[in-house]
């Protein structure tokens, strides 16, 4: 028979590694889009590399104000009420609505707003219409973003996974085919990843929505036989928990974003260097945060059936399981940092520069660990409004105006942002962590607010 401690590890680790597939696979299309956009010239790539900044902090944002879906119908999900979660779906999707407006906004006016944090000329050119076209398909991005969660709370991950798999291989194939003009297509360039996001986020909704409403499974969770309007109550305890939520891990990829555009007057080699690591580094960060969200799905299931010490014997194993993947990751980025320079850029200059920039990023990789499991735990609990507090004091107050200081008043340039993003790393590691043990310690005595909200 195996221990608690083994069951768990191996119960987590079914639950994310698909989980670690498809953030992988979320990664891997920018990836695909860095080394396509690299090849093409530096300039496509540092032009791209600001245009994805922000995406992707717009991207969080969306998911996140969708993110109470893992919490809420997980918790459906684990207590047996089955009925409930299209209900709490649908009104995600609302929610999803709402931010996903907003986000269109953002990007059609991107070329009035740009130039305002960012110096005109070509970079800046690629970059706003870049994002001004993936408006196109901020629509079907919410789409897919809604149904895959559905599929994640319910702990359907192979179909989560096939999902982002889909969407891998329609972007690295739209990317191959705009970027550098196949099939008579003109090249575009970056530019031509941008139209391949598009068609990849709109053909993988329509493919997630046709293949969910022939399965069975899903029937019973009446996701496509109802069509529910915005229920406010309910809203207002999504939003209890998605906006923190929204906020708080928009509020640190904007952190790595605005550290895109703090590199920019350091010239092109700068900004193309910060991006190969930044891809690079979120691309390992996506096993951790896959065992995050695993836990966080897990913890929330184990709440709904009023299994507190279970939840809690879960959250603190995946801290456990992140640190020892952080420590196989430190490794190998020590070893292979200079190959992993060359796969993205053939610039010998950029590539000079990343491999000394990932020296710095394996310094941070344990403190991401445990602040993105830790963080897991807590959405798992429903607690999400006191780690947002912890997470901007961690990213905005503490390592951004360090980083700032290192690289403009050190002069110690791109090294000095990456050494404030370590420091907020690790302070907000350990200001989660001290959070979940609080929020387990007093889950049986009804002192939490978010019970209230859930239970």
């Known amino acids: 028979m195996k221990n608690p401690t083994q069951h ?16 992988i696979a979320i990664i891997g299309m920018g990836a695909t889009d860095t080394i396509f956009s690299g090849l093409v010239s530096t300039q496509d790539l540092a032009g791209l590399a600001i245009g994805a900044a922000i995406w992707g902090a717009l991207a969080v944002f969306v998911m996140g104000m969708c993110g109470a879906t893992a ?9 047996g009420r089955y009925s409930r979660i299209g209900f709490q779906v649908h009104q995600t999707a609302w929610i999803g609505v709402a931010a996903i407006i907003m986000v269109c906004l953002a990007l059609v006016t991107s070329h009035l707003w740009l130039p305002a944090i960012q110096p005109p000329g070509p970079i800046t050119d690629i970059a706003w219409r870049y994002l001004t076209i993936l408006s196109l398909g901020s629509v079907g991005f919410l789409i897919f973003v809604v149904l895959v969660n559905a599929c994640e709370a319910v702990g359907d991950m192979a179909m989560a996974m096939a999902a982002y798999g889909l969407l891998f291989l329609l972007n690295a194939l739209f990317d191959y085919l705009f ?11 970056a530019i031509g990843c941008a139209w391949a ?44 928990i ?62 709904g059936a009023k299994q507190f010490q279970a939840a809690t014997f879960s959250a603190f194993t995946g801290v456990k ?41 394996v310094v941070y990789q344990l403190f ?70 609080w929020v387990t310690k007093n889950l049986t005595t009804r002192k939490l607010g978010c019970q209230k909200v859930l239970d």
Request: with cysteine; net charge positive.
């Open 179 to 189: 970027v550098f003009g196949k099939l008579g297509l003109p090249a575009m360039g």
């Open 368 to 437: 991401d660990a445990v602040q993105v499991s830790s963080w897991g735990g807590l959405r798992g609990f429903g607690d999400t409004k006191i780690p947002m507090f912890m997470q901007l004091t961690a990213y905005w107050l503490c390592g951004f105006p360090l980083g700032y200081a290192l690289a403009n008043y050190a002069e110690l340039g791109v090294f000095g942002f990456w050494w404030g993003i370590v420091v907020g790393l690790m302070i907000a590691a350990v200001l989660l962590h001290t959070r979940l043990h």
């Open 321 to 361: 399981v992140a640190l020892a993947v952080a420590v196989t990751t430190i490794v190998i980025t020590v070893l292979a940092r200079t190959l992993i320079a060359k796969v993205y850029s053939p610039d010998p200059a950029v590539q000079q520069l990343a491999s000394k920039l990932l020296l710095v990023c």
């Open 242 to 303: 998605s906006v923190p939520l929204a906020i708080g891990s928009g509020g640190e990829v904007f952190f790595f974003t605005s550290v895109a555009l703090m590199v920019s007057p350091f010239g092109q080699v700068a900004v193309a260097g910060h991006q190969v690591v930044i891809n690079y580094s979120s691309l390992v960060y996506m096993i951790p945060l896959g065992f995050s969200v695993a836990v966080c799905i897990r913890c929330a299931q184990l709440r």
């Open 197 to 240: 996001s598009v068609v990849a986020y709109w053909v993988a909704a329509i493919g997630v929505a046709l293949v969910l409403q022939g399965k069975a499974q899903y029937r019973r969770y009446h996701l496509f036989t109802k069509a529910w309007r915005p229920h406010w109550p309910t809203i207002k305890k999504h939003i209890a």
């Open 71 to 79: 919490t809420i119908a997980a918790q459906y999900h684990g207590g």
């Open 8 to 23: 768990e590890v191996i119960t987590i680790a079914r639950m994310g590694v698909p989980l670690i597939i498809c953030h």
